[in-house]
């Protein structure tokens, strides 16, 4: 059984709708009370001398159709249950309750069950002498000899043209021509790396781990390649090149970025700009989204759709509307950058050398290095799985500046600070700033005179101020503690690493954090495991001891 958040499968797709209805910012829509299993959502200011504009399919598709309803856009929407088509029923009551003596145009993706039921209903209503023409959008181009093209998110750009037509006054032969018109310029293809949950189903996803289908169906239906998960320019560039071979760069473009459900803002933006430094960029005069249009339920995907621009789709594009799901249309820029006047300046230092403490910062880097993955799987169980990479991250940092000679190793203090301020670019989330502050800390107690063990266990006791921590609360600082004031007392190394062995075996058994992320979690989640930071202490003080005992 799938996860889903809901009630009742049954009462999905009408308490959806309610949800919708209430937090509308535009107090202009009502739900049809057209009969039983009828969900009709319609807009209150029509004014049926115009020609009504009438879309809808399956749900799962949000903010597609219900989204769109409103002035500027559709007339109604109808919709049906998760991925299936309205009834025949519901469109006729739609078409019979919006239409005036202008007419109607429905405007239909490109599937079976869409073009069956709006098609015998348009039969139906013109039976009872409304006057009512249908358009198909077809604008799926990942296999271009495919004679039924699918209809994806490059209908939501129909639904504007053509909603702004009527909302002009235009007659239904003009509206549907319009429509016709702008179903001949749109193109889409999409990508998933993961196919959807359906709402009580089990529903097994088909793509494997590490690849992602091209021009998968917004219903997930097979798409037409699978490929290993590529860089993100990669993928792009060969999803532009499949565009541009139905758009060219003759002429402007409008571009739709659109989220099939499960891709997050971050990865938008980084899609955003990657497409937006492709070639696509050139003839793109007019950028819609990133957003949400035309979704999948939670796919993750997304979508790009491009449609030449006339003036006539441009006007109608930047007309404004009274809709919730329709996003901002915008003109692409270059990013600004402003000069900054004034700049943190580094610890002011020179470059030294000194073999043994190079040799023994190699060590620790090269330590905390070789653990990323080990301290990752740990930190996944108590944590959120980066404790390696954040600690690798900062090692990596300094062994960049140890290999290029840019530390002063020979002068204690300096390093202690520099080190620290590396730490603190490199290593994420708060670790590298508690570091970073126990290095800086301890490089001013050495400028100020103290031996190195007083000046590190200085340096801890003020992360531990800052950071909250204390011995029992399982983090490093119980392998840190016992393992410095040893080292002050001139233990040897051995005796050391022992003391932070010992510090992180003990974090194993107990059994409620009291700082960290771990603090989240239940006694049953960290009842055995050791934490990654402590155990990270554990193997930097086990290898210099090794080394140099």
Known sequence: MSQFFMNEKAD?????????????????????????????????DWDKRRVAIISGGGAGHEP????????????????????????????????????????????????????????????????????????????????????????????????????????QGKSLQEVTGIALEAINHVASIGVAFSSCNIPGESTPDRVKPGTCELGMGIHGEPGVETLPVKRSRELVSLMVDKLLCTTGTAQPVALLVNNLGGFSMLEMSLLTREVLCSPLAKATELLVGPATVVSALDMKGFSLSAITLTEAFREALLAPVEVAGWPAVVVPKQPG??????????????????????????????????????????????GD??????????????????????????????LMIVVGEHLASAMGGSSGVLMSIMFHACGQKLAAGSTL??????????????????????????????????????????????????????????????????????????????DPGAYAVEKVFAALANKYA
Do not use: W
Not at 385 to 401: E, L, M, N, Q, Y
Not at 502 to 511: D, F, I, L, P, Q
């Open 385 to 414: 799985g980066d404790t390696g990479s954040t600690f690798a991250a900062g090692a990596g940092r300094v062994a960049a500046a140890l290999a290029k000679g840019m530390l002063p190793l020979d002068k204690p203090d300096d």
């Open 337 to 382: 950058v402003v000069t900054s006047g004034r700049r943190i300046t580094p610890h002011p230092s020179t470059p030294s050398e000194n073999g043994t403490v190079k040799a023994v910062l190699a060590t620790v880097c090269e330590t905390l290095r070789d653990a990323e993955h080990e301290l990752n799987a740990l930190d996944a169980r108590v």
């Open 12 to 44: 999905l797709v009408n308490e959806a709708i309610e949800g919708v209805l209430r937090s509308s910012p535009f107090d202009n829509l009502a739900q049809l009370d057209a009969g039983q299993d009828i969900r009709i959502v319609a807009r209150r």
């Open 453 to 530: 063990g007083e000046s590190l266990v200085y340096g801890l006791g003020r992360m531990q101020f800052y950071g909250g921590a204390d011995i029992g609360d399982r983090t490093m600082v119980d392998a840190l503690a016992p393992a410095l004031a040893l080292y002050r007392e001139g233990a040897p190394l051995s005796a050391v690493a022992d003391a932070a062995q010992a510090g992180a075996e003990s974090t194993c058994v107990m059994t409620k954090a009291r700082a960290g992320r771990s603090s989240y979690l239940s006694r049953d989640n960290l009842d055995g495991v050791k």
């Open 64 to 167: 597609a159709h219900v989204g769109f309803v409103g002035k500027g856009m559709l007339t109604a929407a109808v919709c049906g249950d998760v991925f299936a088509s309205p009834s025949v029923d519901a469109v006729l009551s739609a078409i019979i309750n919006v239409t005036g003596d202008a007419g109607c145009l429905l405007i239909v993706k490109n599937y079976t069950g869409d073009r069956l039921n709006f098609g015998l209903a348009a039969e139906k209503a013109r039976k009872l002498g409304y006057r009512v023409e249908l358009v198909t959008v077809r604008d799926d181009v990942s296999l271009p000899d495919n004679p039924q093209p699918r209809g994806v998110a490059g209908t939501a750009l129909v639904h504007k043209i053509a909603g702004y037509a009527a909302e």
